[in-house]
């Protein structure tokens, strides 16, 4: 088992930066793969982006791409998502996702909300 916990969200204003963090704790030696969603009211989740543990090979939606950053440092289990140059689209429930292969992601936080304000 694996156990997910996010944090560093927050209300910031169209234009700033938030950095998310997800530390893992658990059998963290099997995580394959580690990634963000979002779910904004209303609408469905989202991926937003994803990083591979032990490569450190990372991808990203088109809507963040530029503004976002994914990164991780592997000796504190700890996964982050640099957030730059905000805006009030951004605004959701943030939720960072763990798996130990390639065909699922079976661990997941219980969210961090992020608002931005225009």
């Known amino acids: 088992q694996v156990q997910l916990v996010e944090s560093g969200g927050g209300l910031v204003q169209a234009g700033g930066s938030l950095r998310l963090s997800c530390e893992a704790s658990g059998s963290t030696a099997s995580i394959y793969r580690m990634g963000w969603f979002r779910q904004a009211p209303g609408k469905e989740r989202e991926f937003v982006s994803r990083?591979?543990?032990?490569?450190?090979?990372?991808s990203y939606a088109a809507f963040v791409k530029g503004r976002f950053t994914i990164f991780r440092e592997s000796a504190k289990n700890t996964m982050y998502l640099q957030m730059d140059d905000l805006k009030p689209e951004d605004t959701a429930v943030y939720y960072c996702?763990?798996?130990?292969?390639?065909?699922?992601?079976?661990?997941w936080g219980q969210g961090t909300q992020v608002t931005v304000s225009s």
């Open positions: 990083i591979f543990w032990s490569t450190g090979t990372t």
């Open positions: 996702a763990a798996g130990r292969n390639p065909t699922g992601l079976e661990y």
